[in-house]
């Protein structure tokens, strides 16, 4: 081979649309209050942690991991009450199952939409995969502007659509008529994004049997599960049977199986810390609101957007007090001035309210 440099062959053999991204950025949490990412603040109760750390160190981790978790599918199906012919497809956290969805339908000129802002990997993963990506913007209260949505499915045809419910980062669930008239409205497949599912009042996993072309997404992430990266699509067996094809062997290890199918033993314990949450998020949103110059969205998700001004130098004040939220300003024009703060303990949200009028005092 010639003498060239890495960069060189970087820029010769990289897709330019790769080569214009930027990874997706996990900050180092390490020392910080981390309100930042969504996840459940609460440890399950030790009884049941001791259960869990049996299980771990009988675990045949020198194996590979069952390719077909039967037992842990029919949990889920159970625990969802699906309705006949459906089933559950199980991906390593909710973005492979995004990733599957987008191969499996990315023929050449194939779009994906969504709405605008909502969760980056839609787009980003549209942009892996070399689909066009179409993001329909939501109205100014972050409500789903239903005339303009179904303007771009005429339009664009999608072969794809993405509906975040509730949303993220709004952390507001869409008018589930407007979601209706969206799917039916669609001429692909459209998935309705629940991965919030556990602090919201509504879903549709009983509309599944109604629409041929939809899909509902799952994550148990939010719910306490963050670390184990499981997440499913539920519905009809005659879509789950193609994406099958797609998904790689093995992709949900041996310890998560076995962990996520102990925990849904005790789903009881996981939605009364989701109960807690709920009324953690309704405490913070009061303390929130009682703030002068902020401004807080209703969420029926387990974190809360807000708009402050000098939004970037309130969360570099709060980094400086030892808690760590998102930074969302710069990241879309709705988005300006806003962040974003997961729902923690009493003890963890009274720590960030204290910080946040320091900062911005």
């Known amino acids: 081979m010639p003498s060239v440099s890495a960069s060189s062959l970087v820029k010769n053999l990289i897709r330019s649309e790769i080569l214009a991204l930027s990874a997706y950025h996990v900050p180092d949490s390490s020392g ?47 625990l969802l009450d699906l309705p006949e012919g459906m089933a559950v497809l199980l991906g390593n956290g909710s973005d492979e199952l995004i ?37 329909v913007p939501l109205a100014a209260d972050y409500s789903l502007d239903l005339a303009a949505t179904l303007a771009a499915i005429r339009r664009e045809q999608p072969a794809l659509v993405f509906l975040a419910y509730p949303n993220n980062p709004t952390g ?40 041929p072309n939809l899909l509902v997404m799952r994550t148990f992430s939010k719910l306490g599960m963050a670390g184990l990266r499981l997440g499913f699509l539920a519905g009809s067996a005659v879509w789950l049977e193609q994406l099958e094809k797609l998904r790689l062997p093995y992709n949900v290890g041996v310890l998560p199986q076995l962990v996520a199918a102990k925990l849904l033993e005790r789903h009881d314990v996981l939605l009364q810390q989701a109960g807690q949450i709920k009324l953690d998020r309704a405490a913070l949103y009061q303390q929130l609101s009682e703030i002068k110059g902020v401004t807080v969205y209703p969420s029926e998700a387990n ?32 988005l300006n001035d806003c962040l974003r703060v997961t729902v923690g303990t009493p003890e963890e949200n009274e720590r960030f309210i204290a910080a946040l009028q320091e900062s911005i005092g």
């Not at 981390?34 to 869990?52: F, G, S, T």
């Not at 980056?120 to 942009?127: F, G, L, P, Q």
């Not at 708009?307 to 980094?319: D, H, I, Q, S, Y």
């Open 303 to 334: 974190f809360l957007l807000l708009r402050v001004a000098k939004a970037t130098a309130v969360f570099e004040g709060l980094k400086q007090r030892g808690v760590l939220i998102k930074n969302l300003n710069g990241g879309h024009p709705m």
């Open 32 to 78: 910080y209050i981390k309100l930042d990412a969504m996840e459940n603040p609460y440890l399950v109760p030790l009884a049941l942690r001791e259960e869990i750390a049996a299980l771990v160190a009988g675990a045949a981790i020198n194996r590979y991991p069952d390719p077909n978790p039967f037992a842990l599918k029919q949990q889920i199906c159970e």
């Open 172 to 211: 507001n669930l869409f008018s589930a008529e407007a979601v209706r008239q969206i799917i039916a409205a669609s001429p692909g497949l459209v998935v309705v994004d629940e991965a919030y599912y556990a602090f919201a009042c509504d879903s549709f996993i009983p509309h599944l049997a109604e629409f």
């Open 99 to 135: 990733q599957l969805l987008a191969m499996a339908v990315s023929k050449p000129g194939a779009t994906l939409l969504s709405v605008e802002p909502s969760f980056v990997m839609y787009r980003m993963i549209a942009t892996f995969i070399g689909m066009r990506y179409v993001g």
